[in-house]
């Protein structure tokens, strides 16, 4: 979904898993979520909101 945004709207927990992280900008809560720590082989997992 390239130049594409998706907005995800709910209650959390949200596990988050992203196919190709480097090309991702991700936010939660209108801050920026820094994705290197949860990226490995270029694919991020991640959980938001705990």
Not at 3 to 15: A, M, N
Not at 27 to 42: C, D, I, K, M, S
């Amino acid at each position: 979904m390239a130049g594409q945004s998706v907005e995800f709207i709910g209650q959390g927990p949200f596990r988050v898993l992203l196919g190709y992280a480097p090309g991702a900008i991700l936010q939660f809560n209108y801050e920026t979520v820094a994705l290197t720590p949860h990226t490995r082989n270029n694919v991020a997992k991640l959980v938001l909101g705990q």
